[in-house]
């Protein structure tokens, strides 16, 4: 097989068709997404996680965190490889992205958010907000929102997957759970037990899937970006059994350690139809019964004309990277001139005998000397550039040290509640943009709940029955005193 070749896959893609997807185009946009679109969402991942490599027997790291990357080779570069550490130079990395991505997550939800039912009937509303709390319990409850919004703070968006549990035992989304619930005429008749039944049943029936975006990728509809004719997701399974290690080429004889297998699967999901793949085989595939993709897609921060949002950690990383590099100078800087060093001119063995108190060296060479040099001196620029690129950073996330708690003395004495939201009034606002999509989102998602329960005849609901509100906790409350 041809390198050119190596990632085409063999789909049967009959159902497909009427949609314009065929296996050719199918392979070339899951060759882009894994060529083009995975490497730059891993490194968004990188730099929020900046996570350490694996450690040595010692307790050390194989190598440097994973934002040094970004760092130019004059400090990550070791030019003398038989030569000492000491000319090697100092790495410093503080990781001033992963905290203002939480403190922006922390403010979205102080508090669980409150879903109440906009149906006019006051049981219909109680049975609603029942089945629903069961439901999200069942999948996380809070943290389902609270990784979502840290999956779209990261990577610009995230997707909620509504599956339903079939018989067999396979979440297949849109499938209907196929047993009769009970007769939709009796309506608002329903005893709390019943509801109570149904919200058990529900929430062990639906499962909502959190979809990252490095694992899934939409196809659009030619005419309108906005509408999603085919969604594929793919992702690596491991399975429960080992294979064997394969020789490395140093050592024909020795082979790796047993490994787990992995299964490439890959899904495919349209308004009609779904399958599921398997190593390049075809195990799955059903109706649509709800008769759409039971997606729903929420971007972090509008971009217009794109289905992916803006990710609150690309524009962090340049000066994330900047940052970096300055540390490591200033610890270089320090290392450098915090310690007091010698030079002995005309001093015989004066490298044999350690500088200290009480040494003494003797010769009869009239031009001897002794200098020292070094110690530590300040660098005003350096400071400055260093505050000038945290500020920066500040402006271009919008959260300030003040929403993580420090409070520093430069922005006054804050004595009143209105005195902190004018300090993050920037904060403020860009969590009031995030909620609105987020909201906007779980409004859709409650929806579709209720249209595959009443799909599957677990519980019947009107349109108009299935819409819901969404109230956000302040996380600066109001003080009433």
Same mark, same amino acid.
């Given at each position: 097989m041809t390198a050119s070749r190596r990632w085409r896959l063999s789909f049967q893609l009959e159902p497909f068709a009427p949609l314009g997807i065929d296996e050719t185009l199918l392979n070339v946009l899951i060759h882009e997404h894994e060529a083009g679109t995975q490497p730059r969402l891993s490194r968004l991942w990188r730099y929020y996680r900046n996570w350490l490599s694996e450690p040595t027997i010692?307790?050390?790291?194989?190598?440097?965190?994973? +934002?040094?990357? =970004?760092?130019?080779?004059?400090?990550?570069?070791?030019? +003398?490889?038989?030569?000492?550490?000491?000319? $090697?130079?100092?790495? %410093?990395?503080?990781?001033?992205?992963?905290?203002?991505? &939480?403190?922006?997550?922390?403010?979205?939800?102080?508090?669980?958010?409150?879903?109440?039912?906009?149906?006019?009937d006051p049981e219909t509303q109680a049975a609603i907000e029942t089945i629903l709390e069961a439901v999200i319990r069942a999948n996380g409850g809070p943290i389902l929102w609270q990784t979502a919004a840290l999956l779209a703070a990261i990577y610009g968006h995230v997707d909620f997957l509504l599956r339903v549990e079939t018989p067999n035992g396979l979440n297949i989304p849109g499938q209907a759970g196929g047993a009769a619930g009970r007769d939709p005429s009796l309506g608002d008749a329903w005893s709390k037990t019943m509801i109570d039944a149904a919200a058990e049943r529900s929430a062990a029936m639906l499962a909502i899937e959190t979809v990252e975006a490095p694992r899934a990728f939409p196809i659009l509809n030619p005419d309108d970006f906005r509408k999603v004719d085919c969604? %594929?997701?793919?992702?690596? @399974?491991?399975?429960?059994?080992?294979?064997?290690?394969?020789?490395?080429?140093?050592?024909?004889?020795?082979?790796?350690?047993?490994?787990? $297998? #992995?299964?490439?699967?890959?899904?495919?999901?349209?308004?009609?139809?779904? +399958?599921?793949?398997?190593?390049?085989?075809?195990?799955?595939?059903?109706?649509?019964?709800?008769?759409?993709?039971?997606?729903?897609?929420? $971007?972090?921060?509008? #971009?217009?004309? &794109?289905?992916?949002?803006?990710?609150? %950690?690309?524009?962090?990383?340049?000066? #994330?990277?900047?940052?970096?590099? @300055?540390?490591?100078?200033?610890?270089?800087?320090?290392?450098?001139?915090?310690?007091?060093?010698?030079? =002995?001119?005309?001093i015989d063995g004066f490298t044999d005998r350690p500088v200290g108190p009480g040494q003494m060296w003797v010769t009869d060479n009239p031009d001897a000397s002794i200098e020292s040099f070094g110690g530590d001196s300040e660098s005003p620029s350096e400071e400055a550039h260093i505050q000038e690129l945290r500020d920066a950073m500040d402006r271009a996330s919008g959260v300030t040290p003040a929403a993580a708690g420090h409070i520093e003395s430069r922005i006054g004495n804050l004595t009143s509640e209105n005195a902190m939201r004018v300090s993050l009034i920037g904060l403020i606002n860009k969590v009031k943009r995030k909620r609105e999509h987020f909201g906007h989102g779980i409004v859709q998602l409650c929806q579709m709940i209720f249209e595959a329960l009443d799909s599957a005849g677990v519980y019947h609901t009107d349109p108009s029955d299935r819409l819901v509100e969404v109230h956000w906790a302040d996380a600066l409350p109001i003080d009433g005193t």
């Open positions: 010692e307790g050390g790291s194989t190598s440097a965190p994973a +934002q040094c990357v =970004g760092l130019p080779a004059r400090l990550t570069e070791i030019y +003398q490889l038989l030569r000492d550490d000491r000319y $090697q130079r100092e790495v %410093v990395v503080e990781n001033d992205i992963m905290w203002r991505v &939480h403190a922006l997550i922390d403010f979205m939800f102080p508090e669980p958010v409150r879903i109440l039912s906009r149906a006019s969604y %594929v997701i793919r992702f690596a @399974r491991s399975s429960r059994s080992t294979m064997k290690g394969a020789s490395s080429q140093e050592s024909p004889g020795v082979r790796e350690p047993l490994k787990m $297998q #992995q299964a490439a699967v890959t899904e495919i999901l349209s308004g009609e139809h779904w +399958q599921r793949y398997e190593n390049d085989e075809l195990v799955a595939e059903g109706r649509n019964t709800l008769g759409r993709i039971p997606l729903v897609h929420i $971007q972090n921060l509008p #971009q217009p004309f &794109h289905y992916s949002g803006l990710s609150d %950690v690309e524009p962090l990383i340049p000066l #994330q990277d900047e940052l970096n590099t @300055r540390l490591s100078d200033r610890a270089n800087r320090v290392t450098m001139q915090s310690f007091r060093m010698w030079l =002995g001119k005309g």
